[in-house]
């Protein structure tokens, strides 16, 4: 895989794996601070090259805090490995996460965040969002830092390609379209659309972020509402339609 490192926003670093076979970014977020914090592991065979890349920006041992949204192999597929490394690092999950997977996983205790509940890393100050099934699954949940007014969004606007780290250009197109394929193929419905999918969309909206941290494809600068607006309505649409 190719890899590429970039600040997306003050002291938030954007490590990106391009995948050729698939067309498709991995992307991991270092969030440097106080008590650095880093979202998304990656892939367990990825670790050598993610923690060679944390290491151009601080010593991967400082990492205090591990984060993810739900769990999959591409969100957290080196925890452990990170949690070798990284010996004073605490995974944060939301209740159904910690309770389900993530302790047998570890082999630990996870740090449990209600919803809403702030975790402040030094400069910065996130807060756990719980969102189940999105994007994805029961234990899914955001992270919002509130300072700096980023909010990593995990699968949400995932869009093909190697694009650059950062644009302030549409990402709903691109992640309509990639809804699209996805409907014909077997990831079909990975997305539910439910009852409380909008007011989900809609709290996320209100929180006004100024740079959504997407999980594939890339971040995006600006009016991060609006954006999630157009989501929303793609989404309706395509669940209207039986392709979500």
């Not at 010996?87 to 302790?103: T, Y």
């Not at 093909?160 to 394929?181: C, F, K, M, T, Y």
Request: net charge negative; glycine share 8%.
């Amino acid at each position: 895989m190719d890899l590429s490192v970039q600040e997306i926003a003050a002291d938030v670093f954007r490590i990106a794996h391009y995948a050729p076979q698939l067309d498709f970014t991995f992307n991991q977020y270092l969030v440097r601070d106080e008590a650095p914090l880093l979202y998304h592991t990656g892939f367990r065979k990825m670790f050598g090259e993610t923690s060679s890349a944390v290491r151009r920006i601080i010593d991967p041992a400082r990492i205090r805090w591990i984060g993810y949204s739900h769990f999959e192999p591409d969100e957290c597929g080196a925890l452990n490995q990170w949690l070798a490394l990284a010996l004073d690092a605490v995974v944060i999950s939301g209740a159904v996460g910690a309770g389900v997977v993530l302790d047998d996983y570890i082999g630990g205790v996870a740090r449990v965040l209600q919803d809403d509940e702030a975790l402040v890393t030094g400069a910065k100050r996130f807060r756990l969002l719980s969102t189940p099934h999105l994007p994805h699954g029961w234990d899914a949940t955001l992270l919002f830092e509130e300072v700096g007014a980023t909010l990593f969004c995990s699968d949400l606007f995932l869009h093909a390609g190697n694009p650059p780290a950062r644009v302030e250009s549409d990402i709903v197109g691109p992640a309509r379209d990639q809804l699209i394929r996805f409907a014909a193929g077997p990831f079909a419905h990975a997305t539910p659309w439910t009852t409380r999918t909008a007011a989900a969309m809609d709290r996320l909206r209100r929180l006004e972020p100024r740079t959504l941290a997407l999980m594939h494809g890339s971040a995006f600068g600006g009016n991060g509402g609006k954006m999630l607006e157009g989501l929303t309505d793609v989404m309706r649409d395509l669940a209207s339609k039986d392709m979500l």
